[in-house]
């Protein structure tokens, strides 16, 4: 009497728990319905991530449901307690199995086509930089082609180089520099270079002062930066794919084997029970 009681509540305790699992999982596939784009690519991919990420909670709620009536069927036979809700489950199964494995080729592709849109992005805003870089240069370069312009830049030349003249002739200031925490350790570095040879500090003012060499650095710049967000978005786009794909081809192999198995049972043992009920 005491095992009876505990399996019917083992088997009410899974059924309950199965059904707010799988239920579960349907309202949170409804609100990732919302807003409904379906033409948006973004939206497309958004969706399938989620509802594959999500996809394990219907199938251990389906497991946990055909374990109630497995124990059901164990303590009282094949006699139905309530409403049977097998046959449901098994279609919802089917329909999960059948959405798993469109998502499988779908998202790959809309993957693709994504990260190659990101990268022709990426590459038409570092074109657009180096041109506004060159434009920049041949303006700064056509000013000083003049006199004053390149008074101008001799002029801060010498303001740099007496400001670091200045800084390593007064020892107590170049120890303090050393020793100031904030002070990059690169800097640092440069100062004791400038320190054992003056004229490192006059090449070093020429290349910050030289336009078409800080040109030749910032352009470097972009270009790495480039590089790099191209295989950024390759790396996301690749790992996106490999782990939602194969996530949902296995999540859709196992609900089909649970739905269609289950019904194809479940049709031949109500085949058998009509022929038993024949004789």
């Given at each position: 009497m005491v095992n009876r009681s505990a399996s019917v509540n083992t088997a009410l305790i899974l059924k309950v728990v199965g059904i707010i699992l799988i239920l579960s999982f349907l309202v949170d596939f409804l609100i990732f319905l919302l807003p409904f784009q379906p033409t948006d690519r973004g939206w497309q991919i958004n969706l399938a991530t989620a509802v594959v990420d999500r996809g394990i909670v219907p199938l251990v709620g389906l497991g946990m449901l055909f374990a109630a009536y497995w124990f059901e069927n164990v303590e009282d036979g094949d006699r139905?307690?309530?409403?049977?809700?097998?046959?449901p489950a098994l279609i919802l199964a089917?329909?999960?199995?059948?959405?798993f494995l469109l998502i499988f080729p779908l998202h790959l592709n809309n993957v693709r086509q994504a990260s190659t849109q990101t990268v022709t992005q990426i590459n038409q805003d570092a074109e657009q930089a180096e041109n506004q870089l060159k434009n920049q240069l041949a303006q700064f370069q056509a000013q000083l082609n003049n006199e004053q312009g390149k008074a101008q830049l001799e002029q801060l030349r010498n303001q740099a180089r007496s400001q670091?003249?200045?800084?390593?002739k007064d020892e107590q200031k170049y120890k303090q520099a050393l020793e100031n925490p904030q002070l990059p350790a690169a800097q640092k570095e440069l100062l004791r270079k400038f320190k054992a040879n003056p004229q490192e500090l006059d090449k070093f003012i020429a290349q910050q002062t030289d336009p078409q060499g800080l040109a030749n650095q910032r352009l470097n710049q972009i270009r790495q930066r480039r590089e790099e967000a191209e295989k950024q978005a390759r790396d996301n786009a690749w790992k996106s794919g490999l782990r939602i794909g194969i996530s949902s081809l296995l999540l859709s192999?196992?609900?089909?084997?649970i739905g269609w198995t289950g019904l194809k049972s479940?049709?031949?043992a109500k085949g058998g029970g009509?022929?038993?009920s024949v004789r």
């Open positions: 139905p307690q309530g409403i049977d809700l097998r046959f089917s329909i999960l199995g059948l959405l670091f003249a200045e800084l390593l192999i196992g609900y089909i084997i479940m049709g031949a009509r022929k038993a």
